[in-house]
């Protein structure tokens, strides 16, 4: 039987956005393996994980809705989903980010991080949307500022004070005893993890550090002209900083698909064009279809074309990046040869070849063309 995403989160069908989200909060802390050691914590958190997943994607959880399960979308949806990975090593998911969240909240005896740390998406365009620039929204996993208290940590009626631990220093220093006298050791305090700060109310739902896992929808302009590889810097939209710290920025890096037609070289576009015998002796112009919507491109045949010779039409080439020009396209040529000829094909073909002194090894005899004339 297909699983019920709502039972699972525990919400009514007609839970808001913003219901689901604090019922998933609530749930992955209770469920998440770090903390919960129960055999079967790790696969319920898995399959709370699914829930969150089709409810807090709007067209996920209509089709969910309709059908009572989420199959392929068709590309139908208005999301761009991207390969998330964390620039810091390893592919990310939300499991991750709840152990790095618990991670925070344990503050350690090593000094806490506050500042949010990059991160890096993938994302896949095709020639078409590089060559005309394109709005894509992208879908990730971060640790976000919590809504509840925006980002500071603390709860209602609270306040951030001095760590009575450290006196506000961050540091707290021992005395050990050894037959070499008094040794002095400073170490990070494990109260409030080096910042020499506290709060007296933390928020419930960040548990005071200010960030929650999310799953984040964040809309995109690539430029046209971008190339392989390139990468693009969204301030801001990386992990959050701890209790209202600098966030890290969101690097998306742009992959372009093969394209079935143009070969990309820079910003010159590279094609393949057919010719008949006929176009490349005469000469002639071939149109095709350029790479921006509903682009048409003539090339120029010369008289006396030869086969993979290469002519190039100025400016028709791939849209320059952050500029108004473009470079150019090149178009190989390949001179094709008809395989099944009329018979007034074949003897204007010959006369052309007697005209031209050829000596065809393949001319039909005497006897072979009255048995065509016969057939």
Do not use: W
């Amino acid at each position: 039987m297909a699983v019920d995403y709502y039972e699972v989160l525990g919400v009514a069908k007609e839970a808001s956005d913003t219901e689901i989200k604090k019922a998933f909060y609530k749930k992955a802390r209770e469920l998440h393996p770090d903390v919960n050691k129960a055999p079967d914590a790790e696969e319920r958190f898995k399959a709370l994980n699914e829930a969150y997943d089709v409810l807090s994607d709007t067209n996920k959880r209509a089709q969910y809705d309709r059908f009572g399960t989420v199959g392929n979308m068709g590309g139908g949806g208005s999301h761009q989903y991207v390969d998330f990975s964390d620039l810091f090593g390893g592919g990310f998911g939300m499991g991750d980010l709840f152990s790095q969240f618990f991670g925070g909240a344990a503050q350690g005896r090593a000094a806490v991080r506050k500042e949010g740390r990059d991160m890096g998406v993938g994302l896949r365009l095709t020639l078409e949307e590089v060559a005309t620039g394109v709005k894509k929204e992208i879908v990730y996993d971060r640790l976000a500022p919590c809504e509840t208290c925006h980002g500071t940590g603390v709860g209602e009626g609270g306040q951030t004070v001095e760590c009575e631990n450290c006196h506000g220093t961050g540091r707290v220093i021992s005395i050990q005893r050894t037959f070499l006298g008094d040794m002095q050791t400073q170490t990070t305090c494990h109260e409030c993890g080096g910042t020499g700060k506290t709060i007296d109310i933390p928020c419930p739902d960040c548990e005071g550090q200010g960030r929650l896992p999310d799953r984040q929808h964040v809309t995109i302009e690539v430029p046209h002209g971008i190339r392989d590889s390139q990468q693009l810097r969204l301030s801001g939209y990386g992990e959050a900083g701890m209790h209202g710290a600098v966030a890290g920025d969101l690097i998306v890096t742009v992959r372009i698909d093969p394209h079935t037609t143009f070969q990309r070289d820079g910003d010159s576009l590279h094609l393949r064009v057919q010719a008949s015998i006929a176009q490349a002796s005469l000469g002639s112009t071939v149109k095709i279809d350029g790479i921006l919507p509903k682009e048409k491109v003539e090339v120029p045949i010369p008289a006396g074309c030869q086969n993979d010779q290469v002519i190039k039409v100025k400016g028709k080439g791939m849209p320059i990046f952050k500029r108004e020009s473009r470079g150019d396209l090149y178009a190989h040529v390949t001179v094709t040869v008809p395989k099944n000829l009329t018979k007034r094909q074949q003897e204007l073909l010959e006369e052309l070849a007697e005209e031209m002194g050829d000596v065809i090894t393949g001319k039909k005899s005497t006897m072979q063309r009255i048995i065509d004339v016969l057939s």
